[in-house]
Structures are given as structure tokens and as C-alpha cells.
């Protein structure tokens, strides 16, 4: 938490502490990545995240559970990546948290106020559109949208 409230802290001139902060939270942050304060962590240290990345404003990445984010992923304002969870019934609940891991792969695209839910592993070159929710996985070279979140179409080579 302090190294969380340390970036949040940071000034955009102050792009090499941010950048050393990253490496210290973080389990991996791959070359040109930016993520813009503030960032909320459970832990920081399941994130590994690919090259040339960029995170805008108000990502919570809670990672009970490894979030591995690929190369060349934007995420827009707000995004959501949610590890934990816990059964329904009311007396497990009680007692106990259950993680399951997030997969985004390489040029993906998560509109603001995606939140991606426990489990859900995101296809490469797929953009998921603002405020969708991701329940389940999402196949390479579509665009999602809604909640939950549902293929509208595939995304044809040229446009990508």
C-alpha cells in the first residue's frame, strides 16, 4: 500500500520514479509501458505486464490471483480486473475467498469501465467496449460489448 500511495503520489515530470515504483510493485512491467495514478492494487506483485502498454486513470487490478496482461494493451479509464471471489451460498461466503487468474493477451483494447471478472482470459487483437462486463471468456479478433459482455462481430485483418 505504500508503494501504491508512493505512484499515486508522483507528478507526470516525475516519469523516472514512476517508472522505478512500477518495477518495485509490480511482478513485471515490460518497456514503454505507462500506467497513469491512481492505480489500486491488492498486492501488485501477480501483475506482469507486457511492453508498450498504457493504463489510464482509476485501474483496480485486484490480484489475489496472477493477472498477466500482454504487449501492446490499452485500457482505458476506470477498468476493473477482478481476481477474488466467493461462492454464493451464504456460510462459505463466510469463510473463504476464491481467486482465479485473469488472462489479457496482446493488442487488446478494454473501453473505460470494463471490469473483468475472476477467471476470464481476454483473445489477442479483441477490443472490449466501454462498460462491458466480461463473465466469461472472449475469443482472439472480436469486439465485445454489453453486460454480460457478447461478441457483435469479428474484427477483419485490415482494420486491426
Known amino acids: 500500500m505504500d508503494l501504491t500511495a508512493a505512484y499515486d503520489a ?3 515530470r516525475q516519469r523516472p520514479l514512476r517508472r522505478q515504483l512500477l518495477e518495485r510493485l509490480l511482478g513485471a512491467v515490460g518497456e514503454d509501458t505507462e500506467i497513469r495514478p491512481p492505480l489500486y492494487v491488492d498486492h501488485g506483485t501477480q501483475i506482469r505486464i ?11 487490478a485486484l490480484d489475489v490471483a496472477a493477472i498477466t496482461i500482454g504487449d501492446d494493451v490499452e485500457i482505458g479509464p476506470d477498468v476493473q480486473l477482478l481476481t477474488p471471489t466467493h461462492p454464493v451460498e451464504a456460510e462459505p461466503w463466510r469463510q473463504e475467498e476464491v481467486e482465479q ?3 489479457i493477451s496482446d493488442d487488446v483494447w478494454l473501453g473505460g469501465g ?19 462486463v466480461a463473465p466469461r471468456d472472449l475469443p482472439a479478433g472480436v469486439a465485445a460489448v454489453g453486460d454480460p459482455a457478447r461478441v457483435v462481430r469479428t474484427l477483419d485483418d485490415a482494420l486491426r
Open 10 to 12: 508522483t507528478t507526470v
Open 101 to 103: 487468474p485473469i488472462t
Open 114 to 132: 470494463v471490469v473483468v471478472l475472476p477467471g476470464v482470459g481476454i483473445g489477442a487483437d479483441t477490443v472490449v467496449g466501454a462498460g462491458a
Open 50 to 60: 507486457g511492453a508498450r502498454c498504457f493504463a489510464d486513470v482509476g485501474l483496480v
